[in-house]
């Protein structure tokens, strides 16, 4: 199953202007005001009030609508139970709580950079409970269970905090699934919890969902539960087989904000530096050898760069090239081998002359085109 190869090119999301809605849809819109005030009074979510004339309630309010397709009594009655289960569970509250699972954090489900229209992306990941005793300690009783849907619910309001809730602003999350290694029958208790946690009370969050390292089998589990998704939920989806996972969130989201383990340049200490420094994306074709010329480097600086290529499987080197015609070019890093799961590349090379780095990546023995990303920073040059 290609990647994308379930997404609906007619899916547009909703920018949440009024003078964009059907006139049946702004009056679904006035009735389900109304009707909200009249059975339950003043009340606010995630901060905003959901009465007046603050644009950011019409917002939250046109979710419900188009998660109930503007039925007004069955929105009405969605959003009543939401802020009924929102003050029974503590929703405004939970972001302020340690649940105990920093063992998790990073790893099973995280907000991690934004994609290339500015929504925040939320990854998830639950190969690690293929390990029994990980399961047990995470889902071994109903009160472990119960602990660990509030740290998700937490998760996932940690990534609402950082939407707009405005008129073409952003107004929804991306989210990726990586399904390898997932242990699907132990986890289905618990996924069944949070996909009915999250579809009855976070209507319309999620802009787009892609599924990375997908088993052969998912295309005969799709066509099962196919039916009962609306289109609209189809085509939201983004389905991209094992060994794909670069190649697909690359185009949508930027290879410095893609996690090392998916094929992106991002680690986890690189918050610490601020806003991550952009890459140049380049492919591969197959049967191609690619050689990066990074010129203009003085001696004494210190040249540092990162490199990947989507999937290797090809032979990568670096090597220093002087301008002087006679010195000797020197081999930085020697040509090896370099496996599909190998993270990015991170090295430096302080120059003691003038002249060039040369990254090459040869994927001559394949006939596969791969997609790759790179990025230098040189440093101040010192006395030698």
């Known amino acids: 199953m290609e990647a994308a190869s379930l997404r609906s090119p007619s899916f547009k999301e909703d920018t949440y202007f009024i003078s964009n809605l059907k006139n049946s849809e702004k009056k679904a819109l006035r009735d389900l005001k109304d009707k909200l005030h009249s059975a339950h009074g003043p ?62 954090e990073g790893i099973v489900a995280y907000m991690h950079g934004y994609d290339r229209t500015g929504h925040p992306v939320c990854y998830n990941a639950y190969g690690v409970f293929k390990d029994k005793e990980m399961y047990e300690r995470i889902f071994g009783d109903d009160e472990k269970l119960k602990r660990f849907l509030r740290w998700r ?156 290529v989507g999937g290797w499987e090809l032979e990568y080197s670096a090597e220093f090239v002087p301008n002087a015609e006679t010195s000797y070019t020197i081999a930085v890093e020697k040509p090896r081998r370099l496996a599909s799961n190998e993270e990015a590349v991170h090295n430096s090379y302080t120059a003691r002359e003038a002249g060039k780095l040369v990254l090459s990546v040869d994927n001559s023995a394949s006939r596969k085109r791969k997609v790759a990303a790179y990025r230098y920073i040189v440093g101040k040059s010192a006395a030698i």
Request: aromatic share 10%; proline share 6%; with cysteine.
């Open 153 to 308: 619910v937490q998760v996932l309001e940690r990534g609402i905090k950082l939407l707009q809730f405005k008129p073409g602003g952003i107004n929804s999350i991306i989210q990726v699934t990586d399904l390898k290694d997932m242990p699907k029958r132990e986890l289905r208790a618990a996924s069944n919890h949070i996909l009915s946690l999250f579809q009855d009370n976070y209507p319309e969050m999620v802009a787009r969902k892609i599924f990375v390292n997908v088993p052969w089998y998912f295309s005969l589990l799709y066509s099962m539960f196919s039916p009962f998704l609306t289109q609209r939920t189809k085509s939201k989806f983004v389905i991209s087989k094992e060994g794909n996972a670069a190649e697909t969130l690359y185009k949508f989201i930027r290879p410095e904000d893609v996690p090392v383990q998916y094929g992106g340049l991002s680690r986890p200490s690189d918050v610490l530096n601020g806003p991550p420094k952009p890459a140049s994306e380049f492919s591969v074709k197959g049967g191609e050898k690619v050689n990066i010329q990074i010129e203009g480097i003085e001696g004494g600086s210190t040249i540092t760069w990162d490199i990947v």
């Open 43 to 104: 009340d606010s979510m995630w901060g905003v009030p959901l009465y007046g004339a603050d644009d950011r309630a019409d917002v939250i309010l046109l979710k419900f609508l188009r998660a109930r397709e503007f039925r007004v009594p069955d929105s009405l009655n969605m959003l009543l139970k939401c802020l009924a289960w929102r003050k029974e569970f503590g929703a405004d509250v939970v972001l302020e709580e340690e649940l105990g699972f920093k063992e998790l």
